[in-house]
């Protein structure tokens, strides 16, 4: 019961902006986790793909390609590349590209929410820095009974909130470091499938490159 006293006390102290401090961090640890679970899940079953491209080395058609393709949350990707070149006669690079630009378009918003929250957390921090500092020169400026208890909970208030900004944002920094990571591996297995795909179909028709199509 003491501790919990003393953490309420502590988190009182800080003022009002521990509530928005507090929303950051659980939004941070959100995004984080979330992001790193999808990211996780699409090399898990991009390796897989790989896998089982590497064991079909044979030339494939577009459809009979579309047909045997494995079916899981990466492998979609070719599977709707493969469906729009069928259907609109597309080239394959580009038909591929589209749809993993699709793909990764989750990854680049969360990654961008999560960049948002982490820098959002130390300003917070800084604002109540400011309002604590002002509420001190303001009991400094009016000499009365309270005015050592005003100067007191001015500075902690700017110190406690300074603090809270700068512990939520570290959990972002080095979140923001690994989901980072973890897109640019799915990108470049993106990559690596696809040079597999467009080597599969070399004889397919519908193949040709970018600056044959124009």
Same mark, same amino acid.
């Given at each position: 019961?003491?501790?919990?006293? @003393?953490?309420?006390?502590?988190?009182? &102290?800080?003022? *009002?902006?521990?509530? #928005?401090?507090?929303?950051?961090?659980?939004?941070?640890?959100?995004?984080? %986790?979330?992001?790193?679970?999808?990211?996780?899940?699409?090399?898990? +079953?991009? +390796?897989?793909?790989?896998?089982?491209?590497? $064991?079909?080395?044979?030339? @494939?058609?577009? @459809?009979?390609?579309?047909?045997?393709?494995?079916?899981?949350?990466?492998?979609? %990707?070719?599977?709707?590349?493969?469906? +729009? *070149?069928?259907? &609109?006669?597309?080239?394959?690079?580009?038909?591929? $590209?589209?749809?993993?630009?699709?793909?990764?378009?989750?990854?680049?918003?969360?990654?961008?929410? =999560?960049?948002? =929250?982490?820098?959002?957390? #130390?300003?917070?921090?800084?604002?109540?820095?400011?309002?604590?500092? !002002?509420?001190?020169?303001?009991?400094?400026?009016?000499?009365?009974?309270?005015?050592?208890?005003?100067?007191?909970?001015?500075? &902690?208030?700017?110190?406690?909130?300074?603090?809270?900004?700068?512990?939520?944002?570290?959990?972002?920094?080095?979140? =923001?470091?690994?989901?980072?990571?973890?897109?640019?591996?799915?990108?470049?297995?993106?990559?690596?499938?696809?040079? +597999? !795909?467009?080597? =599969?179909?070399?004889?397919?028709?519908? !193949?040709?490159?970018?600056?044959?199509?124009?």
């Amino acid at each position: 019961m003491n501790a919990l006293s @003393h953490v309420w006390s502590y988190w009182q &102290s800080g003022g *009002m902006l521990l509530i #928005p401090l507090a929303l950051v961090s659980f939004f941070i640890l959100l995004f984080v %986790v979330r992001t790193q679970q999808a990211a996780r899940n699409l090399l898990r +079953h991009g +390796h897989q793909l790989q896998a089982w491209l590497a $064991e079909h080395g044979e030339r @494939h058609d577009a @459809h009979s390609l579309h047909a045997q393709l494995p079916e899981n949350a990466f492998s979609c %990707v070719f599977h709707a590349a493969l469906r +729009h *070149m069928l259907d &609109s006669g597309s080239a394959a690079l580009e038909a591929i $590209e589209i749809q993993e630009n699709d793909a990764m378009q989750f990854l680049r918003r969360d990654f961008l929410f =999560l960049t948002a =929250l982490t820098a959002s957390a #130390p300003l917070l921090g800084l604002l109540g820095t400011v309002g604590g500092m !002002i509420t001190t020169f303001d009991a400094v400026s009016h000499v009365t009974g309270q005015t050592g208890t005003r100067v007191a909970g001015g500075i &902690s208030r700017a110190l406690i909130t300074t603090q809270f900004g700068l512990v939520v944002a570290m959990p972002g920094v080095f979140g =923001l470091a690994h989901v980072r990571q973890l897109t640019r591996d799915v990108q470049l297995l993106l990559g690596d499938c696809r040079a +597999h !795909i467009v080597a =599969l179909l070399a004889e397919d028709g519908r !193949i040709r490159s970018k600056g044959a199509a124009t």
